[in-house]
């Protein structure tokens, strides 16, 4: 197999399916983002609300930012916690599904890549929502620092770590998806094309998400965190009579930003991934054996080029994007 750049294919050709790649996962994004978010708010929080004895009273789903379940109830504690985090475990549970499909032999290369971004969306965002609402206490993770906080530290540090674990896995099997339809042995080559495929259509969605103008919940946290801070300033100020400023003490009180280490955390594991040799070639290790056994050739079947793999997807996000706007 060659080099991206040496496949003697013509250049419009290549680009094409670039183009391809492009409509396909920005079109993905949106179906498996909103489709994490209706499982979180409708089946983690209201139906489990409505299970517990409680009141599912409203579902909301915005176009590309969150949603918001309401529910109400005379919960016993247990029952508190269990619909504060049903949101974050089905995620979970569902976007480990959706890693297991990605591998299957037996769905389309298109349906693998559509199970590969959900898992993505849905394990990577929740396992991120966990530490950031254990460090900050914040959304659902705000039960928790109610009535058990002495779990808050083992659940952040236990979502940190479960981060770079399955940033890495994740981002391992793309490139393997990648290499299928861009083999190339070159790093830097990898990834240019990893933006073009992967992170246009990131950017794309980012800028979907500000043109909603809801705060992603890692800036909501981090607001929410400076309110807390600010308003224990004012009250030490007038305890004390301090001659500190407010904005000092705020600054001593509010937490350390923990967004910086996540961001580190996908950049490292993303470049650990992508210096991995990818491919479908990629050996597999016979447990108590030292032979190693090639993955079948056709286990990353690359993607057509023809912009024909992209309708069916583009046709259901905007469905989907439809019923959302009329709808709700």
Same mark, same amino acid.
């Given at each position: 197999?060659?080099?991206?750049?040496?496949?003697?294919?013509p250049?419009?050709?290549?680009a094409r399916k670039?183009l391809?790649?492009?409509?396909?996962?920005?079109?993905?994004?949106?179906?498996?983002?909103r489709?994490?978010t209706?499982?979180?708010?409708?089946?983690?929080?209201?139906?489990?609300?409505?299970l517990?004895?409680?009141?599912?009273?409203?579902?909301?789903?915005t176009?590309f930012?969150?949603?918001?379940?309401r529910f109400s109830g005379?919960?016993?504690?247990?029952?508190?916690?269990? %619909?504060?985090?049903?949101?974050?475990?089905?995620?979970?549970?569902?976007?480990?599904?959706?890693?297991?499909?990605?591998?299957s032999?037996?769905? $389309?290369?298109s349906?693998?890549?559509?199970?590969?971004?959900?898992?993505?969306?849905?394990?990577?965002?929740?396992?991120?929502?966990?530490?950031?609402?254990?460090?900050?206490q914040? $959304?659902?993770?705000?039960?928790?620092?109610?009535?058990?906080?002495?779990?808050?530290?083992?659940?952040?540090?236990?979502?940190?770590?479960?981060?770079a %674990? @399955?940033s890495? &896995?994740?981002?391992?099997?793309?490139?393997?998806?990648?290499?299928?339809?861009?083999?190339?042995?070159?790093?830097?080559?990898?990834?240019?094309?990893t933006?073009?495929?992967?992170?246009?259509?990131?950017?794309?969605?980012?800028?979907f998400y500000?043109?909603?103008?809801?705060p992603?919940?890692?800036?909501?946290?981090?607001?929410?965190?400076?309110?807390?801070?600010?308003?224990?300033?004012?009250?030490?100020?007038?305890?004390?009579?301090t001659s500190?400023?407010i904005?000092?003490?705020?600054?001593?009180?509010?937490?350390?930003?923990?967004?910086?280490?996540?961001?580190?955390?996908?950049?490292?594991?993303?470049?650990?991934a992508?210096?991995?040799?990818?491919?479908?070639?990629?050996?597999?290790?016979t447990?108590g054996?030292?032979?190693?056994?090639?993955?079948?050739?056709?286990? @990353?079947?690359p993607?057509?080029?023809s912009?024909?793999?992209?309708?069916?997807?583009?046709?259901a996000?905007g469905? %989907?994007?439809? &019923?959302?706007?009329?709808?709700?």
């Amino acid at each position: 197999m060659r080099h991206f750049s040496q496949t003697g294919k013509p250049f419009g050709s290549q680009a094409r399916k670039v183009l391809t790649w492009i409509l396909l996962t920005e079109s993905m994004l949106i179906l498996s983002t909103r489709l994490g978010t209706f499982l979180h708010e409708f089946i983690g929080h209201g139906v489990t609300a409505m299970l517990l004895g409680g009141d599912f009273e409203s579902f909301r789903l915005t176009l590309f930012a969150g949603g918001e379940a309401r529910f109400s109830g005379n919960f016993s504690q247990a029952a508190r916690i269990a %619909v504060s985090l049903g949101g974050i475990a089905i995620n979970l549970i569902t976007g480990l599904a959706a890693l297991r499909l990605a591998r299957s032999r037996r769905l $389309s290369f298109s349906f693998r890549l559509f199970s590969l971004i959900l898992a993505g969306v849905s394990i990577l965002s929740q396992l991120q929502y966990l530490a950031l609402g254990a460090y900050y206490q914040y $959304s659902d993770l705000s039960c928790l620092a109610d009535c058990h906080p002495v779990v808050l530290f083992p659940t952040l540090l236990g979502g940190l770590l479960a981060l770079a %674990v @399955f940033s890495f &896995l994740i981002m391992s099997i793309f490139f393997q998806f990648q290499e299928a339809s861009f083999p190339s042995p070159h790093p830097v080559s990898r990834a240019f094309i990893t933006f073009l495929i992967l992170g246009i259509p990131v950017l794309l969605y980012a800028g979907f998400y500000h043109w909603s103008a809801i705060p992603l919940g890692s800036t909501a946290a981090i607001m929410e965190s400076r309110l807390q801070a600010e308003e224990a300033a004012r009250r030490i100020k007038i305890e004390t009579g301090t001659s500190e400023d407010i904005e000092e003490i705020r600054e001593r009180l509010e937490p350390r930003p923990l967004l910086p280490w996540i961001i580190a955390i996908y950049a490292l594991t993303t470049l650990a991934a992508l210096l991995r040799p990818a491919g479908p070639s990629s050996s597999r290790q016979t447990l108590g054996s030292s032979r190693t056994d090639a993955a079948p050739k056709d286990y @990353f079947p690359p993607l057509p080029s023809s912009l024909l793999a992209t309708l069916p997807w583009l046709i259901a996000a905007g469905l %989907v994007l439809a &019923l959302i706007a009329f709808r709700f």
